[in-house]
């Protein structure tokens, strides 16, 4: 398509916007009406040449009482049709004795009549209608008299939206408009808006450079392997589609045409699905499937499998809404995740990209030579979020013990529209060549990019053609370069290995020791208050005064309590536990004196002599209870012994203040890292073998970091002496003016 014409369309009908809407509609609304408008002046474009001959058949159908509307197709020669009596504007091609109406032959009937013509269409065009809210804008439009004005515009013949040659006002012959050049026109329009918008396009427009090394990512290196056959492009989480028809457009041109392709997306926003399907109608593709719904809860391609998949899912956004469909009591031991495709892992709820990343490995083609290729940004979260074991590590670990990760580049930074965070492309593969089994290749294209005149939103910077070339280079060669290395698979993971230390305790009774034993640890304050205003009391129950005064007294503090720990306050069977307590604690102290015992194990075996020799039956709880009210940690103290083995090993209590992990690489051998690296500092440390866990992150900062040693001190001593000459009298010269 001329350029020339593309760009005089567009500014045409971009200039529609400030010409009809100002004043009536916020800026930020404009793409409301012009988009959607856009679409049906074009569907109405197509459809004038056959309008006659539809609404024949329609007729007939009428006439013969017949529903089934689908054959008027035939007639309008697209797959979609509008019976209304009425088209935009009249055409000097046609017979002017045609049986239909331009809507602006009838200004003062335009808004109605304009509500039939939007009645008219065919259901999928409906579809489209709903999900744009066109009717919701029309009383808008009728209320500030902007219809006849705004049809008329769309209507000129100053452009042409038709797919025949036309002239102009002037007598000028305006060139037809094909299917491919109206999307151009389109993308470009919704292009514009997101940048009007910027605060918005990030959530549905990913730059176009960033799209073109996608696609030329996953089809460069297979090109030659592409045969005559039809391919299936999946999107999880496609926008606007611009991923899809680049996509399709760059490997039919790589391939000179001898590859045909199914285009397949699903997308969660009403309006950009719109966007989206109106994008592939009046770029006239053949095969296409864009499904409206949340992919993670609602996946409309659920036993569909693809060739190639390309996806920019929303990150950093909670799938909250999606839980329920996903999987049972969540976070809890019992957990059940119901959808297959999320078996290996689920990310934390207030970030699911990853599950989109999981939908689209699940999908990957298993039984075919090229298997499946993806493509899909992430911002770094999905690189090194989540420890070892939890949701994140999990699906990493899963991607890269399969084997399916071939690389990762990590884009410029403010790359996006609204967003100025790190992101990444992950390249995966279910077939990789000899060369990249067992390896990951990252490539830092932080430096790869020029600086835009004006920013775009977040978006300061553009790729040009060379960098994605240079990026292109780096995949394919699989070489290491100072931006570009290649790495084994293991490389990524470890051993989150948790090493333990004993318990040391030192013991000795107490009278203070013992009266705490009277309290609870978690509400202690509140019961020595009540203890001090009511005393023994307390054991005969608590009265309706005792438990209101002690109310009054919260509510004056202002001291909060949990509702269950005010019913224990409350409950007289904490009271008589806590006096039993003290009651054993002192039995055993009249015993055993105030000896102070830094080896608890010894002490231990004092307490249960005494206990012995009471006329009373004592707990295991409650033993453990006054044990512990009367003892304290100590680095000094002799470990405290949990069992022996039958081997005579002897195994002591781990003390969980003292409990550390230690990130030991996949490639060392755990019992050699543990004896150079812990050993030497803490001689009674232990591993707990129960307690490893195997994760995986990368951290691109490790692995390219670049040292820059500080400024020498005289270097930085000579800046501060030349600042200060140039900043000399400066200050006198302000104090005078």
């Known amino acids: 398509m001329n350029n020339k014409v593309h760009n005089q369309i567009v500014s045409f009908i971009w200039s529609i916007a400030d010409d009809v809407l100002r004043d009536d509609f916020v800026r930020g609304k404009y793409r409301d009406i012009i988009l959607p408008f856009t679409v049906l002046r074009r569907l109405d474009a197509l459809l004038v040449p056959t309008k006659e001959d539809v609404l024949k058949g329609y007729k007939f159908l009428k006439e013969n009482k017949i529903d089934d509307l689908s054959g008027l197709t035939h007639q309008s020669g697209y797959p979609f049709f509008n019976t209304s009596g009425f088209t935009f504007s009249n055409s000097s091609l046609f017979d002017s004795n045609h049986p239909y109406t331009a809507l602006t032959n009838d200004p003062a009937n335009i808004d109605s009549n304009l509500e039939e013509y939007l009645d008219g269409f065919s259901e999928n065009i409906q579809q489209i209608i709903d999900r744009f809210e066109i009717r919701k804008q029309l009383p808008k439009l009728k209320e500030n008299g902007l219809t006849p004005l705004l049809i008329e515009k769309l209507a000129s013949k100053e452009i042409n939206l038709s797919p025949v040659e036309i002239k102009n006002t002037k007598g000028e012959v305006l060139p037809p408009l094909t299917n491919l050049g109206m999307g151009y026109v389109f993308e470009e329009l919704i292009r514009k808006f997101n940048e009007e918008n910027n605060e918005e396009a990030g959530e549905h427009f990913t730059p176009r450079e960033i799209i073109q090394l996608m696609t030329h990512l996953i089809f460069l290196p297979i090109k030659d392997k592409l045969k005559v056959a039809q391919y299936s492009i999946y999107d999880s989480a496609c926008g606007s589609g611009g991923m899809l028809t680049e996509a399709e457009k760059y490997a039919k041109r790589i391939t000179k045409n001898k590859t045909s392709f199914s285009l397949y997306g699903q997308e969660v926003n009403p309006e950009t699905w719109a966007v989206c399907n109106s994008d592939m109608l009046i770029k006239g593709e053949k095969d296409y499937h864009i499904a409206y719904g949340s992919t993670l809860s609602n996946d409309s391609f659920q036993f569909k499998e693809f060739d190639f998949m390309l996806s920019n899912p929303p990150y950093g956004k909670a799938w909250k809404k999606d839980e329920d469909s996903i999987v049972i009591e969540r976070g809890k031991t019992n957990e059940l995740i119901k959808d297959p495709r999320f078996q290996t892992g689920l990310p934390k709820i ?253 002490f231990n075996k004092e307490v249960d002599k005494v206990l012995k020799t009471l006329s009373y039956k004592v707990s295991a709880t409650n033993k453990k209870k006054v044990l512990l009210a009367v003892s304290w940690k100590d680095e000094e103290a002799e470990p405290v012994i949990k069992k022996k083995a039958k081997d005579g090993t002897i195994i002591y209590e781990a003390d969980s203040d003292l409990r550390d992990t230690e990130i030991v690489p996949l490639n060392e051998n755990i019992e050699d890292y543990f004896n150079r690296e812990v050993i030497p500092y803490v001689p009674d440390a232990w591993i707990n073998y129960d307690k490893i866990t195997k994760g995986y992150m990368i951290s691109f900062t490790r692995y390219f970091y670049n040292y820059s040693p500080p400024k020498d001190l005289e270097l930085i001593k000579q800046e501060i002496l030349d600042l200060e000459k140039e900043t000399e009298g400066i200050l006198e010269e302000i104090i005078k003016s």
């Open 350 to 602: 207030s970030d699911g990209q990853l599950l989109f990343l999981s939908n689209m490995v699940h999908k990957m083609k298993k039984g075919t030579e090229l298997g499946s290729r993806i493509a899909s940004v992430h911002n770094g979260s999905s690189l090194f979020t989540g420890n070892a074991g939890q949701g994140e590590s999990e699906i990493r670990r899963y991607l890269i013990e399969s084997d399916l990760v071939e690389c990762i580049v990590a884009l410029p930074e403010k790359i996006f529209y609204n967003t100025g965070i790190p992101t990444y492309i992950w390249i995966l593969s279910n077939r990789k060549e000899k060369r990249r089994q067992g390896k990951i290749q990252l490539i830092n294209a932080l430096e790869l990019s020029t600086p835009l005149r004006r920013n775009l939103g977040e978006k300061n910077c553009e790729m040009q053609p060379s960098h994605i070339k240079q990026i292109e280079d780096l995949y394919l060669n699989f070489k290491e370069t100072n931006i570009s290395k290649v790495f084994d698979n293991e490389d990524f993971g470890y051993y989150d290995v948790t090493i333990e230390r004993p318990l040391r305790y030192k013991s000795q009774f107490t009278n203070e020791a013992i009266e705490n034993l009277r309290y609870l640890n978690t509400i202690a304050d509140e019961m020595k208050w009540m203890y001090a205003q009511f005393g023994d009391n307390l054991y005969e129950g608590i009265s309706k005064e005792i438990k209101q005064k002690t109310e009054l007294w919260l509510k004056d503090e202002d001291i909060k309590i949990s509702t269950a720990n005010k019913k224990k306050l409350f409950n007289n069977a904490t009271w008589k536990t806590q006096k039993e307590l003290m009651r054993i604690a002192k039995d055993i102290f009249s015993n055993i004196g105030d000896k102070l015992f830094d080896n608890f194990n010894l």
